[in-house]
């Protein structure tokens, strides 16, 4: 796919995998239209990117707002002319056990993490097939691939992300629109620092969880960035990000019910 001069449209661009993501295909002379609630992360992106010379239209989003997604299809349209590639990046974390977790945060990721790409693609869908050349790019994760303890809501979105990308891309065979769905591995982001944590977790456990996390977080946003980017060019359908997401996925494969018991020493160690 060559993206230069495409308009793509960005959730979460305002820090992370999604401004990294932004930033490489602006170096492509993509045009970008960023989304993201976080104005101050908006700017940053937008002031990175613009050095590229290519045309930025920013909006500050909420992707859980249902009014605010199924308006921003016109406002890209007014700023771009066009709409060729869908980033859904946007998602947040949620730390505890299903016991722990209580069903309205249980439901609070769920309509980030998954409900607001269906929104997203619902709305930009049409634009996408009006174009000669297009593309749904769908954030998952490892733990879409794999199902650790302690990570049931997340878990379950990252699933349900992975099987929607799926399914829509048969779906849309013999149309213009691909779908590439992303499992990153171990990104250094700051989704384990700014994690949701349930009520009624000693602040000492959540700590030593939160240092197990973040020394697996390793790979440079900028390097997850380009590999995604890389991997829309050459129109993959899925998009392993990092050594880890490829060992995770052959072990996933090899041991599809116990490779927990290869993994676990050496995520809690």
Excluded at 80 to 94: C, E, F, I, S, Y
Excluded at 176 to 184: A, D, E, K, M, T
Excluded at 209 to 225: D, V
Aim: charged share 20%.
């Amino acid at each position: 796919m060559n993206l230069k001069d495409r308009v793509a449209i960005i959730t979460g661009a305002g820090s992370g995998i999604g401004q990294a993501t932004a930033l490489s295909l602006a170096r492509r002379g993509c045009h970008l239209a960023l989304a993201d609630i976080d104005a101050a992360g908006l700017a940053l992106t937008q002031s990175q990117a613009s050095a590229a010379g290519v045309r930025i239209s920013s909006h500050r989003l909420d992707v859980v707002n249902r009014e605010a997604v199924a308006a921003l299809p016109a406002e890209v349209l007014q700023a771009h002319g066009r709409a060729d590639l869908l980033v859904n990046n946007a998602g947040v974390a949620l730390a505890g056990t299903f016991d722990q977790v209580s069903e309205s945060d249980f439901e609070w990721l769920m309509d980030i993490n998954f409900h607001a790409v269906v929104r997203m693609t619902r709305a930009f869908l049409p634009q996408l097939l009006a174009s000669d050349d297009a593309r749904i790019v769908n954030i998952s994760s490892v733990f879409g691939l794999i199902s650790p303890p302690g990570q049931c809501a997340y878990c379950a979105s990252k699933f349900a992300v992975r099987g929607f990308s799926n399914a829509l891309r048969h779906e849309l065979t013999g149309t213009r629109v691909g779908v590439s769905v992303v499992h990153p591995g171990g990104v250094a982001t700051a989704i384990a620092r700014n994690a949701r944590v349930a009520l009624g977790i000693p602040h000492e456990q959540m700590s030593l969880r939160l240092r197990q996390a973040e020394k697996l977080l390793r790979m440079p946003p900028a390097a997850a960035g380009e590999i995604i980017v890389r991997g829309v060019e050459k129109r993959r359908a899925r998009i392993l990000v990092g050594r880890d997401a490829v060992v995770i996925s052959l072990l996933e494969r090899l041991l599809p019910v116990h490779y927990w018991r290869v993994l676990a020493p050496r995520v809690q160690a």
